[in-house]
C-alpha cells in the first residue's frame, strides 16, 4: 500500500535530521510519497503572520499524516505559535510522548524508567489569549473546558487499555485553580470508574513532578493539561538519557501530526551534530499509527541495535559508555545499516504493541439544561492611586442609588477591602467585586452599572459575569 503524507524540514537542525529520517523510510522498504512544504521562521518573515500558507496547510488537510521537524517559534513577539495553531485547528486533541531508558548504553541514573506522557493539546494556558491590561499587568487566559478534559482522559485510558499499560496518574493543580484543574481532576475521577482494570491516581503537579523526577520507575502513564505536559515531558526526556531521543505523536479523529519533542537547537543548526532519534522515533510512531507495525518494528529496532553498539551522536556520546561519536548523516547510516537486524538486550515496548486506532466518543451531553443564574459581576478598573480604601469611596458613591452591592476590592488576586493590610504591595490593577441586591439579575443591570462607573471617570479594562449553576457558585471565591 502506497502512503502520501506531508513534509516539513523545519528550521535550525530541522532539514539535517529530517534528511536523515526520510533516508531511513526510505532505505526500510516503505511505500511512500512526500508533499513537502515551507513553514516556521522563513515564512513569517516572509509576512505570514501564521508561519504558514494557505495552499501548505491544505496540503496537511488532504494528506491527514504530517510528519514535522522542529520549527522556531519567534520568542516574545506577536507571532503566536506554529506548533499550537495546527495542533488546535485540526483538532489534534492528543499528545502522546513514548519515554523509556534505555541504560546502560544511553547514561541515566534511572534504569527501568519507562513512561508514556499523554498531554491534553489545545487547550489550557496555551490557547494563546493574552492582554496587557494596564501600565504595570498582563493577563494570560487558562481555558478548560468539559469535552476537551472528557476527550483526553478518555483517550489515556483507552491508551492503557489498548497498549497493556496497568495504572494511569493525573497531574493537576486542584488545590488553587479549583474550577480549571479542578474540572480535570473530577472529570478523571468519574471516567477512572468505567475502567476498573486500570489503577488510577493523582498528585498535586508540583509534589507529583518532585516525586517523579526523583522515582520515575513508579509512573506508567501520566496525563496532564497542556502546559505541565509540556514541561514534565522534557524533563521525563532529560531523565532518561538527552531530549535528543524523545518522539511525540499529536492525535486527532481525522488527522494526525508527528515530531521531535525537542525544539529546532539554531545553535546546532548546520554542524551535523545533531541527534536524528527524536524525529526518527516519531516516524516510528507514525507508522504504528497507520498500521505499519512491522516497518514500525523494523526501524526500531534498527535504530536500538544502532544504540546499543555504542555508536552516538554528540549528545547522548559518553565515553565510558560509547564506542564512537558520529555525526547526524553518519548514525543514520549506522541505522540503514543495521535494518533486518535486532537488538540483543533491548526489546522495543510502545513499537511492538498492536496500535488499535483510538477512537473517543463522549459521552458527557451538553451541559446548557443546566440552570444557570446571573449573580454579579467582576470589574477590573486600572487606577494609579494604590490606596484601595479611596477606590472603594469612589466606588461606593456611585452604586449609592443601585441595586448593586461593592463585596471586596482585590489586588493580583489578593482582597485589599474590607480590611487592608499596609503590608500588601498594590498594583494599578484592581478586581471589584459587585453583587446584586435585587432578584433577577440581568445584563443590561451590569450595563448600568458600567456605564455609571465610566461618568465616575474610572476606567474599565475588563469585566467577568458570576454565574451560579444549578444553585452552585462558580466563580473563584476572595477570603
Known sequence: MSYRITVAYGDGIGPEIMEVVLNILEKSGWNFQKDIIELGEKIYKQGHLSGIKAEDRNLIRKNKIFLKAPITTPQGTGFKSLNVKIRK??????????????????????????????????????AGIEHRQTPEVFQCLKLISVPGCEKIIRYAFEYAQNMGRKKVTCMVKDNIMKLTDGTFKKMFEDISKEYPQIEKNHWIIDIGMAKFATNPEDFDIILLPNLYGDILSDVSSQLAGSVGIGGSSNIGETHAMFEAIHGSAPRRAGQNLANPSGLLNAATLMLSHIGEQELSEKIQNAWLKTIEEGIHTYDIYKKSLSK??????????????????EPKKITPTFASKKNKKISIHLSYKSLSFQKRVLEGVDIFIFENNRDPLLLAKKLKHIIQELDWNLLYITNRGIKVYPDPLPETFCTDHWRCRFLFTSENCQPSHIINLLEKINLGKLEVIKTENLYSFNGKTAYSQIT
Open 89 to 126: 485547528s485540526l483538532g489534534l486533541f492528543a499528545n502522546i510522548r513514548p519515554i523509556r531508558s534505555l541504560y546502560p548504553f544511553i547514561d541515566t541514573k534511572f534504569p527501568n524508567m519507562d513512561v508514556v506522557v499523554i498531554r491534553e493539546n489545545e487547550e489550557d494556558l496555551y
Open 324 to 341: 564512537q561519536k558520529v555525526s547526524t548523516s553518519d548514525f543514520g547510516k549506522a541505522v540503514i545499516e543495521n535494518l533486518g537486524a
